[in-house]
């Protein structure tokens, strides 16, 4: 027999469904304002897996995607502030139409970084398309360009979105009510 589904104690935030329609929503927004162009997805790792894997097959002018890979969080809920590249692109940007690929911009520094980086490479345009954004939270003044979900200053897992790595495989977006909470969700039985 399976073992139970984890994360399903966890409230939900936004569901599949709801998370499925924006997407639309916003694969067909970022087709019309491209159209014309090849936009260069670039997706932001891990997080942004999941929720690039959904748009890119909304969307329905050419596009090609690459991929980076960021680490800014350690096994905690708080931002450690500090940011680096752990894997980087494999073709050139410049002269592309880049759209950054996030799943969160909270404190802004990981989009800022990235912003002073890939701009370094003269991309024909750079902008930014983020799932969630806690824009409460932002200590940075940058803006994503097409935002899926405002949310509120809550710690998210799921679509991609993890906790110490785990929860990335939840169908739905859920919060954490307490670190503490989680902690002993991980404990043996
Ligand atoms: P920023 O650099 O503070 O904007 O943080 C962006 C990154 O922090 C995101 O790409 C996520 O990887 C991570 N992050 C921020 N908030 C959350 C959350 O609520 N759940 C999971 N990861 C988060
Ligand atoms: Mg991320």
Redesign the pocket.
Known sequence: MNPSPVGLDLPILLDAAKIDARISELAATISNDYRGKSPHLVG?LK??WVFMADLVRKISIHCTVDFLS?Q??GAD?V?SGE?KITKDLDVSIEGRDVLVV??????????SYLQEVLGAHDPASLKLVTLLD?HS?RSIPVEADYVGFEIPD????GYG???DQKYRNLADIRHIPSPQTLFSFDKPE
Not at 102 to 111: K, V
């Open positions: 932001v997080g942004a960021i800014s969080y809920t931002s940011v996030e799943d969160i911009l909270d404190t802004g520094r990981t989009y806690k939270r809550v710690f998210v897992v979105l993890d906790f």
